[in-house]
């Protein structure tokens, strides 16, 4: 079975003061509702678990009620930093998952088309990423105010999420970070400590993830299909 861990445990600290971004109402229902329903009518997404601060799990029960999300879910409580939360997420995925999508609970435009595709991949790898090829010319500043190089965009990828595995391989990438005693921001990251290989799959389709209040202009044209 194939199964999602949506992270919403983050802080969302570029938004601004409290603000939860999470719960912006775009096009009509909050955030993260859309993210879920993304994975709530993916036909191959079996299970989903729910990432979540400490203290909102009333909030997260509450979505599930009003928006009708059918498919089995379960609400779990998130850590410190970002792989602890993808942690707990794996520690609640029933035995019977072989393939796991890693989401960000923000990023709520993620086509079934997008998600199969990785899933697919990690099937094959082990692990794999959405990502778009970068187009823009990429320069390196050591000191965040000068010019020191020009990057080779051929190169260069941006990933996105999902960001999916094998469970076992997840497992095993988390381990070695938690033992190393790293932080990492992203889960594929896990996976080059262990020299586990992970597969690009082209993101076809915008697939932004709500980050600063300037995001949420784009995103509310994206999800009523006007751009």
Same mark, same amino acid.
């Given at each position: 079975?194939?199964?999602? &861990?949506?992270?919403?445990? *983050?802080?969302?600290?570029?938004? *601004?003061? *409290?603000?939860?971004?999470?719960?912006?109402?775009?096009?009509?229902?909050?955030?993260?509702?859309?993210?879920? /329903? =993304?994975?709530?009518?993916?036909?191959?997404?079996?299970?989903?678990?729910? #990432?979540?601060?400490?203290?909102? /799990?009333? !909030?997260?029960?509450?979505?599930?009620? %009003?928006?009708?999300?059918?498919?089995?879910?379960?609400?779990?409580?998130?850590?410190?930093? =970002? /792989?602890?939360?993808?942690?707990? *997420?794996? !520690?609640?995925?029933?035995?019977?998952?072989?393939?796991?999508?890693? /989401?960000?609970?923000? $990023?709520? =435009?993620?086509? !079934? !088309?997008?998600?199969?595709?990785? &899933?697919?991949?990690?099937?094959?790898?082990?692990?794999? #990423?959405?990502?778009?090829?970068?187009?823009?010319?990429?320069?390196?500043?050591?000191?965040?105010?000068?010019?020191?190089?020009?990057?080779?965009?051929?190169?260069?990828?941006? #990933?996105?999420?999902?960001?999916?595995?094998?469970?076992?391989?997840? $497992?095993?990438?988390?381990?070695?970070? =938690?033992?190393? @005693?790293?932080? +990492?921001?992203?889960?594929?990251?896990?996976?080059?400590?262990?020299?586990?290989?992970?597969?690009?799959?082209?993101?076809?389709?915008?697939?932004? %993830?709500?980050?600063?209040?300037?995001?949420?202009?784009?995103?509310?044209? +994206?999800?009523? @299909?006007?751009?």
């Amino acid at each position: 079975m194939n199964a999602a &861990i949506l992270v919403a445990a *983050g802080k969302g600290i570029r938004m *601004g003061a *409290g603000m939860d971004k999470l719960f912006l109402e775009v096009a009509g229902r909050p955030v993260v509702a859309h993210t879920w /329903q =993304r994975f709530n009518d993916a036909k191959c997404i079996g299970e989903i678990i729910l #990432v979540v601060r400490d203290g909102m /799990q009333k !909030e997260f029960s509450g979505l599930a009620k %009003k928006f009708h999300f059918q498919k089995v879910f379960h609400i779990v409580v998130g850590g410190t930093e =970002r /792989q602890d939360s993808v942690w707990n *997420g794996l !520690e609640a995925l029933s035995p019977k998952v072989e393939i796991v999508a890693i /989401q960000d609970a923000a $990023r709520p =435009r993620t086509t !079934e !088309e997008l998600i199969a595709a990785t &899933i697919e991949a990690a099937c094959e790898t082990g692990a794999a #990423v959405a990502a778009q090829a970068m187009t823009d010319t990429i320069k390196e500043s050591v000191d965040g105010k000068m010019i020191s190089r020009t990057l080779d965009r051929s190169k260069l990828w941006s #990933v996105q999420t999902p960001q999916t595995f094998r469970v076992e391989v997840i $497992r095993r990438a988390i381990s070695a970070a =938690r033992q190393k @005693n790293l932080i +990492l921001t992203d889960d594929t990251a896990a996976c080059e400590l262990i020299g586990q290989p992970v597969r690009l799959v082209p993101s076809a389709t915008p697939n932004p %993830k709500v980050t600063v209040p300037g995001d949420l202009q784009f995103v509310e044209a +994206l999800l009523r @299909n006007k751009v």
